[in-house]
């Protein structure tokens, strides 16, 4: 009976406290309450870098900005099945404790790439040399071939002139038919189109080839030096370096378990704070609002502001909550990532009315 009457009259004193309180405020003129929400926060880089491998052993670089939870850049080196590639990673990472932005990270050498590259090369090479042989001519034997050809039609035309001539003579007394006259002027033009034209092989082969044969080995010439400059830039492109500087994690895990991380990076200029707040506590937290620290193992306190709220709900120790992120913009703090912080958050201050009807709320609200 003496506990259920102490029960009762603690009871009493949890709910006439805060009413006596607030028929205090309430004569006040306008009063108001300070008002903080107190959370746990994790620690984060602003930014950060991982290299993995993929089960299918292609390489996966990807940059994540931590104030918006979003990558910000993902490229993946994609190989062909049977495609031999080795990839080294740059001694400095076993030796140095951070990194700047450009350091070569590692190299990535493909075989393939280099098998290609020398037959381009090849062709290229033959390629050239038949554009010099078109250019310069043919063969002296070939075009000695080509003037006998041009010499015997130039006789053949003289000749078939002379029998034109006597045709035509006999034609005009009456001594020969209009066939045998039309056949003499026929084979007449014949002879004459095949001196032109052995003429114009002996142009050819003396000078060079015609212009439309040089203008089709000079478009394969720059198509193999596209194709030869492709690969030359592909094999720059697989020197990877780091997109940005920090800290060389040595450490991580990879939240796709198929992948192995082989570089992480994080970009320690500033930090990033996730706060799990009770779902109870949505409306009175807003962006912009500023948030204590208590950095761990120290007596550093460190500022931030609200720059983010996430809009789902996760069960956070069997309640639910959700996520707010802040930034923590100072320099040269003795945090470190995963660090696990105490923060306050400063929410907007309350009237008297409103906060005796948080509380209230608080004792009926799941």
Known sequence: ?????????????????????????????????????????????????TLSRAANGNLVSALKDNRTGKLTALSASVFQRGTQANFHLHPRLYRQATLAKGDTVGSLFSNQDHEQLVQLQGQLAEQQAELRLVETGQKPADVESTASQVALARQELAA????????????????????????????????ELTVQLTGANLRSASTGGRPEQRQVIRARIRALRQQIQQINHSLQDRTLVAPVAGTLLLQYASANPTEEVLVAVADNSAYVALLPVAYTEKEYVRVGQGIEADITGTTHTTQGTIIGLDNTVQMVDGRQAFFVTALLPEKSLPLVPGMVVRTRVFCQPLSVQGYVARFARSLFLY
């Open 160 to 191: 078939q002139r002379l029998l034109t001539q006597r045709t035509q003579a006999l034609y005009h007394d009456s001594l020969a038919s209009r066939q045998e006259y039309e056949a003499a002027l026929n084979q007449l033009r014949v002879r």
């Open 1 to 49: 009976m003496l506990t259920a009457l102490l029960l009762v009259k603690k009871n009493l004193l949890l709910v006439a406290g805060p009413v006596v309180l607030a028929t205090t405020l309430l004569r006040l003129d306008h009063p108001t309450l300070p008002y903080t929400v107190e959370t746990s926060g994790l620690i984060m880089p602003v930014s950060e870098w």
